[in-house]
């Protein structure tokens, strides 16, 4: 797209920071001389099972959450803005932030701590948003996208014959009454004018019909927009999970 190589940088591994200066005459901007426009990169490890798609990935990932069409934007913008370089004053910069580990790993602050926010006065964002109608761009004042947690619950009980259940200490049906008790937390321990969304999505134990196993899984997630409720979940959670764990 014409931009020099110097401008051109990795960062964090396999994301990218991408500087388009301005090469116009004139003033702009006042006080912010730089601003940044982020998309995440990444995909998820589950295949993509939609033969009817042209552009179906090939591999064990894919993009779920519409990473690719947000990697398409920001290279879109990216094409748009090279060539009007001219219209941008000397002075004012346009950045673009490729981000990776959005998923898992949380990209953002490994980028941030090698430097690619620096100079940067405003950042923008984006993400698609399937029930909204194709060409339009939807904004909202406050908080627009939630942040995650991550939940993973591993109960440890004693495995035996399933003709004994009295023998052992059963780890499926402490699962059960963990999950049971994770969906009272929004009605009992949080603020009703506060939000926020617990999910489990995975529930894993056993691989036979007549046999305990020694151990279950829980899997899922948290969505806040106050890092106070998603320190309060998290508590609760770790409350519940162990407190029910032990009754069983």
């Given at each position: ?76 913008a990216a094409s748009v803005l090279a ?85 052992l200490k059963d780890p499926v049906n402490a699962a ?73």
């Amino acid at each position: 797209m014409g931009i020099e190589e110097e401008n051109v940088k990795t960062c964090f591994n396999t994301g990218l920071v991408v500087d388009i200066k301005g090469l116009g005459e004139g003033e702009g901007g006042g006080e912010v001389q730089c601003i940044a426009i982020r998309a995440d990169i990444d995909a998820l490890p589950m295949g993509e099972n939609n033969e009817a798609l042209g552009y179906r990935s090939e591999t064990d990932h894919a993009h779920m959450c519409g990473h690719d069409g947000h990697t398409a934007m920001l290279l879109a913008a990216a094409s748009v803005l090279a060539q009007k370089r001219i219209s941008i004053p000397k002075q004012l910069t346009v950045r673009l932030l490729f981000q990776p580990a959005e998923e898992g790993e949380g990209g953002a602050l490994p980028m941030i701590a090698e430097g690619c926010l620096h100079q940067v006065e405003e950042v923008y964002g984006g993400h698609n948003e399937p029930e909204f109608p194709l060409g339009h761009i939807v904004t909202k004042p406050g908080s627009c996208m939630a942040g995650v947690c991550f939940v993973d619950i591993q109960i440890l009980g004693r495995g035996g014959h399933g003709s004994q259940p009295w023998t052992l200490k059963d780890p499926v049906n402490a699962a059960a009454h963990v999950l049971v008790g994770l969906n009272a937390i929004q009605a009992r321990n949080v603020d009703a004018f506060e939000t926020f969304v617990l999910t489990i999505c995975s529930i894993q134990a056993g691989t036979t019909n007549n046999v305990f196993p020694d151990s279950a899984f829980l899997k899922g997630s948290i969505r806040f927009f106050s890092d106070e409720v998603g320190l309060k979940v998290k508590q609760r959670i770790e409350e519940i999970a162990s407190t029910t764990a032990k009754a069983h």
